[in-house]
Nanobody, 123 residues
Framework: QVQLVESGGGLVQPGGSLRLSCAVS????????IAWFRQAPGKEREGVSIIMRSDGSTNYADSVKGRFTMSRDNAENAVYLQMNNLKPEDTAVYYC????????????????WGQGTQVTVSS
């Protein structure tokens, strides 16, 4: 069983920044890839970024490339999503999830999910 708990969401003005955290329990980095997803009202859940279990390399959705950065801290068993230059269209509930299929950012490929944290970008 893998438990994930997100934090760090909130209300921010356009152009602002937020840093999301995902604390992972009962976890061995070699077992799982970790990804961030988001879901806006009335829209499907979409992949935002992934960090690979093998080497810590990352991939990003085109919509966030150059603005978001995903990282991990092995000592803290945590992953982070630094979000800069936020836009109103980034407003969503953000989830972290653990899965075993390399490079996938499809929600169906992920087994364990956190409860989500709300990010609202508005002036």
């Amino acid at each position: 069983q893998v438990q994930l708990v997100e934090s760090g969401g909130g209300l921010v003005q356009p152009g602002g920044s937020l840093r999301l955290s995902c604390a992972v329990s009962s976890f061995t980095w070699n077992n799982w890839h970790i990804a961030w997803f988001r879901q806006a009202p009335g829209k499907e859940r979409e992949g935002v970024s992934i960090i690979m279990r093998s080497d810590g390399s990352t991939n990003y959705a085109d919509s966030v490339k150059g603005r978001f950065t995903m990282s991990r801290d092995n000592a803290e068993n945590a992953v982070y999503l630094q979000m800069n230059n936020l836009k109103p269209e980034d407003t969503a509930v953000y989830y972290c999830a653990a899965g075993s299929i390399a490079t996938s950012m499809y929600p169906a490929d992920y087994i364990y999910w956190g409860q989500g944290t709300q990010v609202t970008v508005s002036s």
